[in-house]
C-alpha cells in the first residue's frame, strides 16, 4: 500500500459526459501527478500540482483539468469524454516539487471506460 | 523526435538466471532515471533512481546502469524468482520535474 488513495475506483460513462476522479497523496507529500495509462500510449505524465500550484504540466488535453485543494488532494476533472478517454488514470504523490529527482508513490488508479 | 525505446515488450527466462532489461533513449539529457515495477492492473512501484554522474546502483538483487554517452540504462534482476514476473518501467526527466516513461517491458519468471 502506497498510502495514496484514489476514487472511485471504476467508472462507467458515456460519450459527452463529464466526471471528476479524487486522488488523497500520502501523508506529508505536498506534490500530486496525474498520469493517463493507456495499451497503446504507454503513461503520459497530464499534470503536477506543488502545495496548491500548477507545477509542470505534459500532455494534458484542454478538455482535463485539474486543482489541488488546500487539505492537499486533488481531483482530476473530464470532460466532453471520447471514446479514446477510457483508460487507467493514475495519481501519484512525492514529498517535494521535484518529482524527476526523488519517489514518486502511485495510487490504485482509477478505471475509465467511455461507452 | 524524442523517445524512449524499451528492448522487447516481453522477456521470459528461468528462475535463477540474471534478467537484463534495456532502455534507451533518444534526444533527452537526463539527469536522472528512475526504474518502476508494475503488477496488472495495479500502480507502478518505485524501484531505483540513478543520477547521471553515477555509473552504477544496487539495491538487493537489483542493479542499474547509466550510460549518458550511450544513452541507455540498464536493469538487472540476479537470481530471478517468479516473483519478479511484472512489467518493468523505465523514466527520465525532461526539463523540469516531469518524468517521461517508456512503454515497459513485461518479464516472466518460469520455474
Known amino acids: 500500500d502506497s498510502g495514496v488513495t484514489q476514487t472511485p475506483k471504476h467508472l462507467i460513462t458515456a460519450t459527452g459526459q463529464r466526471v471528476t476522479l479524487r486522488c488523497s497523496p500520502r501523508s506529508g507529500d505536498l506534490s500530486v501527478y496525474w498520469y493517463q495509462q493507456s495499451l497503446d500510449q504507454g503513461l503520459q505524465f497530464l499534470i503536477q500540482?506543488?502545495?496548491?500550484?500548477?507545477?509542470a504540466k505534459g500532455n494534458i488535453l484542454e478538455r482535463f483539468s485539474a486543482q489541488q485543494f488546500p487539505d492537499l488532494h486533488s481531483e482530476l476533472n473530464l470532460s466532453s469524454l471520447e471514446l479514446g478517454d477510457s483508460a487507467l488514470y493514475f495519481c501519484?504523490?512525492?514529498?517535494?516539487?521535484?518529482?524527476?529527482?526523488?519517489?514518486?508513490?502511485f495510487g490504485p488508479g482509477t478505471r475509465l471506460l467511455v461507452l | 523526435s524524442q523517445k524512449i525505446e524499451q528492448n522487447s515488450e516481453a522477456l521470459n527466462i528461468q528462475e535463477g538466471k540474471t534478467a537484463t532489461l534495456t532502455c534507451n533513449y533518444t534526444?533527452?539529457?537526463?539527469?536522472?532515471l528512475q526504474w518502476y515495477r508494475q503488477d496488472p492492473g495495479r500502480g507502478p512501484v518505485f524501484l531505483l533512481l540513478i543520477r547521471e554522474n553515477e555509473k552504477e546502483k544496487r539495491k538487493e538483487r537489483l542493479k542499474v546502469t547509466f550510460d549518458t554517452t550511450l544513452k541507455q540504462s540498464l536493469f538487472h534482476i540476479t537470481a530471478s524468482q517468479p516473483a519478479d514476473s511484472a512489467t518493468y518501467l523505465c523514466a527520465l526527466n525532461q526539463a523540469g520535474t516531469a518524468l517521461i516513461f517508456g512503454k515497459g517491458t513485461t518479464l516472466s519468471v518460469s520455474s
Open positions: 534526444n533527452y539529457s537526463p539527469a536522472y
Open positions: 501519484a504523490s512525492s514529498r517535494g516539487a521535484s518529482g524527476h529527482q526523488e519517489t514518486q508513490y
Open positions: 500540482y506543488y502545495n496548491g500550484e500548477e507545477r
